[in-house]
């Protein structure tokens, strides 16, 4: 499968535990951004990496949230002691670089985190 | 501030006929559009985009239209089938090199009946 991997697909946290989520790009893409779909709301950007920088991270709540992607292995969301608000989906998205660039964003299918 | 709008949060059409969902962004500065649909439980899929210098593009079943002095777009399906039963998403995006961050709206929820 080479499109964009995201696991676990289901995480269940109690406040003020941790959640890592970890995405996987489409095979050739180099960069990837994190969304995050709150009930009811559409999709709001959070951050955009290439390897080893983060580009634009002006989504990101300023405590708690941070996110990678290292020269290898995948990228990570990770979000520290979680609460409830933090439910929601998070989607993971990328694109190849600058020269492949047709604008449009290829989505994994999201990882659902819920926060008892 | 929401920079991409989308008013209404369903409609529902007969199959067979014309869906039209429409989208307004406040944001002057987007130059390239696209629809995005989603299925629960899945992540979007691409459906069609459109750049600030055409208001028309087409693909089978879908076009898309492009008013630029309104800040509105919109996405006509027809014919209408069960299997576009679905939420549409409208997103913007500046094309400024390799970054493609891209604006949502809330979503719009078709239901097409059969």
């Known amino acids: 499968n080479a499109g964009v991997m995201q696991n676990p697909r289901h995480l269940v946290r109690r406040r003020g535990q941790e959640a890592r989520l970890r995405c996987s790009p489409m095979k050739g893409h180099s960069h990837v951004y994190w969304y995050r779909q709150l009930p009811e709301e559409g999709l709001k950007f959070m951050v955009y990496?290439?390897?080893?920088?983060?580009?634009?991270e002006s989504g990101m709540p300023k405590e708690r949230f941070s996110a990678e992607f290292p020269k290898e292995g995948p990228s990570i969301l990770r979000i520290q002691q979680v609460v409830r608000g933090d439910s929601a989906a998070y989607f993971c998205?990328?694109?190849?670089?600058?020269?492949?660039?047709?604008?449009?964003?290829?989505f994994g299918e999201g990882s659902r985190l819920t926060v008892l | 501030d929401q920079q991409v709008k989308q008013n209404s949060p369903s409609l529902s059409v007969q199959e067979g006929r014309i869906s039209i969902l429409n989208c307004d962004y406040t944001?002057?500065?987007?130059?390239?559009f696209l629809w995005y649909k989603k299925y629960p439980a899945e992540g979007p899929t691409f459906l069609i985009s459109?750049?600030?210098?055409?208001d028309k593009n087409e693909d089978g079943r879908f076009t898309v239209f492009l008013n630029k002095s309104a800040k509105h777009l919109s996405l006509h399906i027809v014919p209408s089938q069960p299997g576009d039963s679905a939420v549409y998403f409208c997103?913007?995006?500046?094309?400024?090199?390799?970054?493609?961050?891209?604006?949502f709206g809330k979503g719009i929820t078709l239901s097409v009946r059969p």
């Open positions: 944001n002057s500065m987007f130059d390239y």
């Open positions: 997103a913007a995006s500046r094309m400024t090199g390799a970054n493609s961050k891209l604006t």
């Open positions: 990496l290439q390897k080893e920088n983060i580009i634009d």
């Open positions: 459109i750049s600030s210098i055409k």
């Open positions: 998205a990328s694109s190849p670089g600058w020269q492949q660039n047709t604008g449009e964003l290829f």
